[in-house]
């Protein structure tokens, strides 16, 4: 709670401070009355079933907005029994994820990812996420929040980087909550009670209420509470270490340890717990201004593992060390609207506080280190105690990171009425790390493993330690206009130029990185040896070019030309790879920025009265010096190179029928035929491919070619009760794991699947209910596959069918799930 209260403090401050800025602007206009265009007064002009959005920093039907994007509605999430990201990313086909469980997932448009580049350390992801109005993007995992009282989750497709910034190279998510309603008091109550099918039961309590304090002034209170149980099992285990090390003579040896995992052995350990909420303030002023301050804050603790061994069973593990992940965080915004002259003017600041511990098993690579001989780890697994007893080598992972995120935005919106429609706006942002990562052996500091390399620990039990502080900024001035040529044809052009600078500091390696003589080790505390300074920077701009022709009120054609931006940023010295490059002159240790160029043709149509609409979108996407993580040869460090090029052919589209009163069909879905244009990675000496190896023409991983979700949902009276049926479908294509032919062939594809979810309900007075169950015939769908194993394998040792394999674990879809959820509104 400490950090907490720390962050809010610090948010309450800088908020106060922010808001200082309209309010001048506010004086010098005061005789001007009105306020910006509301989303309730687009709504009122849609045509009924409609979605308004503000994709496009104004509020618009979402047929009149021409960016291939999906909304999911207040509705659609209800019906869906969307709670958190995993629910609603498989509705939206253009988006794919990797993730190792809550909190630690990150998403990607259109396939645009190399395969782990936003979760390597310090790496920014290839697309934005947006919480209202206030960019909530962090380096690392994407932050997962539980869905109650939203207005909508928009996904908007393809490089926003003139309106959204650097982050949105391939996309941007946004995360729209519901305001503060004024004059009216009004809330809901919401139970479920659910269970997996193969694991454990779980309820969700979720609330709010709306309340009107004064005249002008409402305000909004939501909260939750959510336990999921389990569904994964670690079953008993053993594992032997062959400990190979070199005794006095020079004689390699080995040292057999058989470690067992039966203190952590647990039927569906892999619970969830989470809760949180969020207060608003709604005040509006007699001069027609609007001030909205809004504070959220969420915790989400998570016991075991996500991800299951298919070699050890269906939806089991051995794991032999403590796992969970702890998530908590809390987001301070303001959002100030109202006019100077008949010009909208937005401010938008934030600032955000993070906290996230992590604990893993790490007990696979122990066996990779472990069985190698005579490439550098001889003695790296085998400790023995005063006594010359050999104690238990298998490591432990665990990771603090402590972030902050804090952002800036003042925006100017000429009148919609007229021919030339003008935003502009200034944007500035700074996020910190403090990430920490140890891999340690329980009782190391005390231990003798003198045989290797380093003999000697580097902090506490650490074998290994990374401290470092990472502090990115962005400074950015962006523009867009949109000119009416004729009645039908509109021409828009979007510019933004941006700065940024991205600083590393601290420490991270074993007691060999740092040039000799620098540090001493054990170190004596965890700050004494920061030998990790480093900055990089640069600048430059996004663009967007886009012809629109509204052939009539339902049917609309565009063209647009539009790029992305990814900053670059610092890894991680290896000074014993890179034969002790002295500081000042590193050698591959800064990445340069990843660019995207995306070609679109697209259209949004409705016929028969609105009976049929029908949108979608064709495209074409250049990708430049992508970013690619990987780990470096012989010493387990994951760095961040650019590695050449790759293009996207695609095509996306959804659609809506109403062919009968009460029977809606949905449906969406894309293809993405991602493919490198460059070869990349090595070859040996002997000219034969590393495991990392790719040729052009390979495939980019994560990404399915096809994925497409539909739903049909029939409502009808009986009595006094308006009920529906619903079935869905979600269906997608395999996917590569990894972008290497030969890394992949040891991870595998993740294999296509077809789930089917059902929901049955009603509505009578101001009471609802709905059974449901998901992914009913428990379908074992892979999103992603993570391998435990050892850099040597993909470097130096690695062949096609190797044991290796063996290691492999699978990201699961959600198993078989289903519940009864019963709500009021009043």
């Known amino acids: 709670?400490?950090?907490?209260?720390?962050?809010?403090?610090?948010?309450?401050?800088?908020?106060?401070?922010?808001?200082?800025?309209?309010?001048?602007?506010?004086?010098?206009?005061?005789?001007?009355?009105?306020?910006?265009?509301?989303?309730?007064?687009?709504a009122a002009s849609a045509p009924a079933g409609e979605i308004v959005v503000t994709a496009q920093k104004r509020s618009e039907s979402i047929q009149h907005v021409p960016i291939s994007m999906q909304a999911l509605g207040a509705a659609t999430l209800e019906q869906h029994q969307v709670a958190s990201f995993d629910d609603y990313a498989k509705q939206l086909p253009s988006v794919s994820f990797q993730s190792f469980g809550p909190g630690q997932g990150q998403l990607f448009f259109r396939g645009i990812t190399s395969g782990g580049d936003g979760l390597a350390f310090g790496a920014l992801p290839t697309s934005g996420v947006y919480l209202d109005e206030i960019p909530v993007t962090t380096i690392g995992a994407l932050l997962d929040i539980h869905v109650y009282d939203m207005s909508r989750v928009e996904a908007l497709s393809g490089p926003q980087g003139t309106l959204f910034g650097a982050s949105s190279l391939s996309g941007t998510l946004r995360m729209i909550t519901n305001k503060p309603v004024q004059g009216k008091t009004e809330g809901s109550f919401d139970v479920t009670v659910d269970k997996y099918g193969k694991g454990d039961a779980g309820a969700t309590i979720e609330g709010m209420i709306n309340v009107p304090l004064a005249k002008n002034v409402a305000v909004r209170v939501v909260g939750f509470y959510d336990h999921e149980g389990g569904y994964i099992n670690n079953t008993p285990g053993s594992r032997t270490y062959p400990n190979y090390y070199t005794d006095g003579e020079g004689v390699e040896q080995t040292a057999p340890y058989t470690a067992t995992n039966s203190a952590y052995v647990k039927n569906h350990y892999n619970d969830v717990t989470t809760y949180g909420g969020r207060v608003a303030l709604a005040i509006e002023t007699d001069s027609g201004w609007k001030l909205t301050?809004?504070?959220?804050?969420?915790?989400?603790?998570?016991?075991?593992?996500?991800?299951?061994?298919p070699a050890v069973g269906d939806l089991q593990v051995h794991d032999f060390t403590p796992e969970y992940d702890t998530d908590q965080w809390i987001q301070a915004a303001l959002t100030i609207e109202g006019k100077v002259g008949d010009w909208d003017v937005l401010y938008s600041g934030g600032y955000m506080n993070r906290n996230i511990k992590t604990a893993a098993d790490y007990s696979y690579y122990t066996v990779a280190y472990s069985a190698h001989s005579g490439i550098g780890y001889d003695g790296y697994t085998r400790f023995t105690d005063s006594a010359g007893h050999q104690i238990d080598p298998t490591q432990q992972f665990s990771s603090s990171q402590k972030l902050t995120k804090q952002s800036q935005e003042l925006r100017f919106n000429s009148p919609a009425s007229s021919a030339l429609r003008v935003t502009a706006g200034l944007f500035y942002q700074k996020q910190t790390n403090h990430n920490v990562n140890n891999y340690s052996v329980p009782g190391a500091a005390s231990a003798n493993f003198s045989e290797?390399?380093?003999?000697?620990?580097?902090?506490?039990?650490?074998?290994?330690?990374?401290?470092?502080?990472?502090?990115?900024?962005?400074?950015?001035?962006?523009?867009?206009?949109?000119?009416?040529?004729?009645?039908?044809?509109?021409?828009?052009?979007?510019?933004?130029?941006?700065i940024y600078t991205n600083n590393l500091y601290g420490f991270s390696g074993y007691p060999n990185y740092p040039p000799a003589g620098l540090c001493t080790f054990p170190l004596p505390t965890i700050d004494s040896c920061n030998f990790e300074n480093k900055r990089s920077h640069g600048s430059g701009e996004t663009h967007k070019l886009n012809l629109t022709w509204q052939v009539d009120t339902d049917h609309m054609v565009y063209a647009t030309y539009s790029t992305g931006f990814r900053p670059g940023g610092n890894n991680r010295d290896n000074y014993s790879v890179l034969s002790h490059t002295p500081p000042g002159n590193p050698i591959g240790t800064v990445y340069n920025p990843d660019k995207l160029n995306n070609f679109e043709l697209g259209w949004k149509t409705s016929w028969f009265d609105h009976v049929l609409r029908w949108n979608g979108a064709v495209y074409y996407e250049k990708w430049n010096d992508l970013q690619y993580a990987e780990q470096g040869a012989g010493a387990g460090i994951t760095n961040i190179q650019n590695v050449g090029g790759a293009r996207v052919y695609g095509i996306e589209s959804d659609l809506q029928l109403r062919p009968a009163k009460g029977l809606t069909l949905t449906a969406s879905g894309a293809y993405n035929d991602g493919a490198l244009t460059a070869n990349f990675g090595d070859l040996r000496s002997d000219g034969t491919p590393k495991g990392n190896y790719a040729p052009t023409g390979t495939r980019l991983p994560v990404q399915p070619k096809f994925k497409m979700s539909a739903t049909a949902r029939y409502e009808f009276p009986v009595g006094s009760v308006d009920a529906f049926v619903q079935g869905s479908m979600n269906t997608q294509s395999n996917a590569t794991s990894l972008l290497g032919v030969g890394d992949n062939a040891v991870f595998g594809n993740s294999?296509?699947?077809?789930?089917?979810?059902?929901?049955?309900?009603?509505?009578?007075?101001?009471?609802?209910?709905?059974?449901?169950?998901?992914?009913?015939?428990?379908?074992?769908?892979?999103?992603?596959?993570?391998?435990?194993?050892?850099?040597?394998?993909?470097?130096?040792?690695?062949a096609a069918g190797s044991s290796s394999a063996h290691y492999t674990r699978t990201y699961p879809i959600k198993p078989q799930y289903f519940g009864l959820k019963v709500g009021t509104k009043f």
Do not use: C, W
């Open 1 to 42: 709670m400490r950090a907490y209260n720390r962050g809010a403090r610090r948010a309450a401050l800088l908020l106060a401070g922010a808001a200082l800025v309209p309010f001048a602007a506010a004086s010098a206009a005061a005789q001007s009355a009105g306020t910006a265009p509301a989303a309730a007064d687009a």
């Open 293 to 309: 301050p809004q504070l959220i804050a969420q915790h989400m603790h998570s016991n075991g593992t996500f991800l299951f061994d």
């Open 452 to 498: 290797y390399i380093n003999g000697i620990n580097v902090f506490g039990d650490d074998l290994f330690l990374t401290n470092a502080y990472i502090t990115d900024r962005d400074y950015a001035a962006f523009g867009q206009a949109n000119y009416d040529i004729t009645s039908h044809l509109t021409l828009t052009a979007g510019l933004r130029g941006f």
């Open 751 to 798: 294999p296509g699947f077809t789930t089917a979810d059902f929901s049955v309900g009603g509505k009578t007075g101001n009471y609802t209910f709905q059974l449901f169950i998901q992914n009913a015939f428990d379908e074992r769908g892979s999103l992603s596959h993570n391998a435990q194993i050892s850099p040597a394998d993909f470097e130096n040792t690695f």
